[in-house]
């Protein structure tokens, strides 16, 4: 079955510091999304992407926050500057079409702990 | 704005015994309605979806949800639990007219005793 597998499992970072979290989405997929979970709360949507451009974003999406698709197959989430409240597990989904009536499918989930 | 609500943290059911995870939801516009299911170091799953249609949707792993619009539930079930199916359950819902990117719950943590 297919999947969609995100690298690292877990990483730590110091405040401060530009981290890149790594996705692969579905080969066939066309839609990328992050989504992140602060520890005991609600999954929240980031941002969603399409044809090489941002398509939606969420009030968190902020200017520290940047997405890129650099080789066709990888779909990466940069925090440029990273603050104790951006720890959380972070979430890949990629979906063969943008309605709704398409589900995401969803990596693992890297957990990102800001110290 | 869309939100989903599911009221309890933690659902705790005997193996054998039917469960319900509980959803309730807020939307502009027909919502699209979807559960998902995240066991301990995986991505989240998708089980099942409501679009249209009947109000009694079947899902993955003999789960099933109804689309209650009076309630405004999405409620999850299944007529007898396993051990395996504890895990973390997350309803989630979209809209026609408003986002139709999923907004998800907190998520419910499903203990299914032996």
């Known amino acids: 079955e297919p999947e969609v597998t995100q690298t690292p499992s877990h990483q730590v970072t110091q405040m401060g510091q530009e981290v890149i979290l790594r996705c692969v989405p579905i080969?066939?997929?066309?839609?990328f999304y992050w989504y992140r979970q602060i520890l005991g709360q609600k999954v929240e949507f980031l941002v969603s992407f399409y044809n090489n451009e941002i398509s939606e974003k969420s009030e968190i999406f902020d200017d520290q926050f940047s997405v890129e698709r650099p080789d066709g197959s990888n779909f990466t989430l940069k925090i440029r500057s990273t603050k104790l409240e951006d720890s959380a597990m972070y979430f890949c989904?990629?979906?063969?079409?943008?309605?709704?009536?398409?589900?995401?499918?969803f990596g693992q989930g890297t957990r990102l702990t800001v110290v | 704005a869309q939100s989903v609500a599911q009221p309890e943290d933690q659902v705790n059911v005997a193996e054998g015994n039917p469960l319900t995870v509980k959803c309730t939801y807020s939307v502009s516009g027909n919502p699209y309605l979807f559960w998902y299911v995240q066991y301990p170091n995986r991505g989240l799953q998708f089980l099942l979806k409501?679009?249209?249609?009947?109000?009694l949707v079947k899902g993955s792993y003999g789960f099933e949800a109804e689309f209650n619009k009076s309630q405004t539930s999405f409620h999850l079930k299944k007529p007898s639990a396993l051990v395996s199916d504890s895990a973390l359950y997350f309803c989630?819902?979209?809209?026609?007219?408003?986002?139709?990117?999923?907004?998800f719950g907190r998520g419910t943590s499903l203990i299914v005793h032996p």
């Open positions: 409501y679009i249209t249609g009947d109000n």
């Open positions: 989904a990629s979906s063969e079409g943008v309605r709704a009536l398409a589900e995401a499918f």
């Open positions: 989630a819902v979209g809209a026609s007219g408003g986002s139709y990117i999923p907004t």
């Open positions: 080969s066939n997929h066309l839609y």
